[in-house]
């Protein structure tokens, strides 16, 4: 039994809102890191929210070992099985009209 090997992923919580959070270092030769909302969006949610800005991220749980996000920019499975994940946005800070 050796060390754990180094993790590039990370379910963590923002810094900012407190959310909890995915972290991963994402790409090969311009590594990105990412970080995506946890909560699985349904196909109407991806529509709204994809955009220039925002990116939908594919979430592969697999059976054992760390899960991964992978981009859905290009064509992807209508059917895919696999939860889609928005990157992460803060949400906006609410005017404390509350009292
Ligand atoms: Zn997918
Ligand atoms: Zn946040």
């Given at each position: 039994m050796g060390r754990p090997r180094t993790a590039s992923t990370v379910t963590t919580k923002c810094p900012s809102c407190g959310a909890p959070v995915h972290r991963e270092l994402v790409?090969?030769?311009?590594a990105l890191m990412v970080t995506a909302d946890l909560t699985p969006l349904t196909t109407e949610q991806q529509a709204s929210i994809r955009g220039p800005n925002r990116l939908i991220w594919c979430y592969r749980q697999p059976t054992w070992g760390t899960p991964r996000l992978t981009w859905t920019g290009h064509w992807h499975p209508p059917d895919c099985p696999h939860h889609h994940v928005a990157e992460h946005q803060c949400p906006p800070a609410e005017p404390t009209t509350l009292f």
């Open positions: 790409g090969h030769t311009a």
